[in-house]
């Protein structure tokens, strides 16, 4: 049988757009599912309120901390680690051994399960370096995981600046480095955050090597040794244990808003940023 | 007696890798006048540019034998400095490089990395580099808007304006006119006449036509190597050499 090449185009365009569209409405349907069921049960005070009789009431407010903390851990030492990789594999180096295999390390390690790095942070940061668990120790864990992201992403940004800034910024009798600080890094930043928003996507979800690694304590931690519980192990805690479905929606719904405001909030930096630098 | 050399080139041969981009080519370049380089596509004249200030050290794989002096110092001496050399020896690119950033703050990179920060010195640069270059008038208004919203020519005096803003000694220019309209080119060359009267140019011209208004001496390169040199009246009414008879004439090119 032969297919005219007006047929072919016509099927071609409706597979792509059952794809496209499929792709909405399991977004859709999964956001509708925890909303529906959550958002009615959300209200100031199960915001701000500590958790109580292990969460069945009460509010969220040491999970929404928790998390946040966490999350800034994670951020703060992964974000200068995994541009500087990128940098120098970028600017430092040539392609060479040396690049290859820094190159080769992180795409395994990207590829590693999230529970391996749980075991990993319980046997050293929790036992090893005797951090216990803690806000530090999954902090720690969570930048392991999440550095290959932003090593990834850091790099393509700063592989996508045209060449013919490094060479003005040379030529200005400037160093390596006033070029990567003035020339590459200021225009590849909204590159560098995208991967930094990927991980904060990533630390937000974490469940499994965040309890290894900064426990399940549903007080309120009080410094980085703190044991922590986030809102994912909250959530998750709350429905494995069957303490309470409603809490549990309640919860990911909270997690799913968190994330709306942390996203839109990063988007508008990020876009006030560009503006002032003037594209 | 005309001026000392400014610079010297002394069998300076240059590969990239294996091949050969230029062949020993002698060359004195006198201040304050304006030389241009002239030759087909691949003669080797950026590769010359970019010697000149060590650009091509950016460029994995490169050689060179001989020697370039400026103001008789080797700048292939280990102990020179690189920044101080490309400050001393500024570059403007075939196309406009504007870096995306302010005009104000395109101006003022080179004085920045230098480690001048206090305001007022920046701003009287930045005013006499652009008032140099013939952008001020246009532009004064809107210092702080970003560079890349200027038209081609502008742009491209805006480099120029960033280049002498280093206070550099040479200025070397790599076909500047290349993507301009006629008049954008015509008030860069008025420019070049004025700032020959400090600075010693070395100007890859876009045309023939270019190089015979506004150069003082012009070299014919072909392959990498310096056919002939000489003032830029002697070249274009009587070359010595057929080879660059026949580009002038426009035999080929």
Known sequence: MIISRHTTQRLAKGVIWVAAFSTLAVMIWILLQVLVEGVPLLNFKFFLDSPRQMGRTGGIFSTIIGTLALTAVAIVIATPLGVGTAVFLREYTRESRVSRMIRFGTDCLAGVPSIIFGLFGFVFFVIFLRMGWSILSGGLTLATMILPTIICTAEEAIKAIPHSYREVSFALGGTRWQTVARAILPNALPGIFTGVLLGVGRSVGETAAIILTAGSSLLMPTSLFSPIRTMSVHFYILAREGISMEMAYATGAALILLILVINTLANWLLWRYVRRVGG | ?253
């Not at chain 2, 490089?97 to 001048?116: C, Q, W």
């Open chain 2, 1 to 253: 007696m005309p001026d000392k050399a400014k610079i010297i080139l002394e069998h300076l041969s240059f590969y990239y890798g294996p091949v050969m981009a230029l062949k020993e080519v002698n060359l004195q370049i006198r201040p304050r006048q304006i030389f241009a380089i002239l030759g087909p596509a691949r003669s080797g004249k950026t590769t010359l540019l970019k010697s000149m200030n060590r650009l091509t050290d950016l460029i994995f794989g490169t050689s060179h034998t001989g020697h370039i002096f400026i103001d008789d110092r080797e700048i292939y001496d280990s102990q020179i400095s690189l920044p101080e050399l490309r400050r001393r020896v500024g570059m403007v690119f075939d196309l406009p490089t504007p870096l995306p950033l302010s005009i104000f703050e395109n101006v003022a990179y080179g004085p920045r990395l230098k480690g001048m920060t206090q305001k007022q010195p920046l701003e009287e640069i930045v005013e006499k580099s652009l008032r140099s270059a013939v952008l001020w008038e246009e532009i004064k208004d809107r210092l702080s808007s970003s560079a890349l919203r200027l038209s081609g020519g502008q742009q491209q005096r805006l480099c120029i304006a960033r280049v002498l803003a280093l206070e550099p000694e040479v200025i070397m220019l790599d076909e500047p006119c290349s993507g301009l309209d006629p008049i954008s080119t015509a008030s860069i060359e008025r420019s070049l006449t004025e700032l020959k009267e400090k600075y010693t140019i070395i100007l890859v011209p876009h045309n023939i036509q270019q190089a015979s208004r506004v150069a003082d001496r012009v070299g014919f390169f072909l392959s990498g190597e310096l056919v002939e040199e000489g003032s830029s009246y002697q070249i274009f009414t009587r070359p010595r050499d057929k080879r660059t008879e026949d580009y002038i004439s426009g035999k080929f090119g």
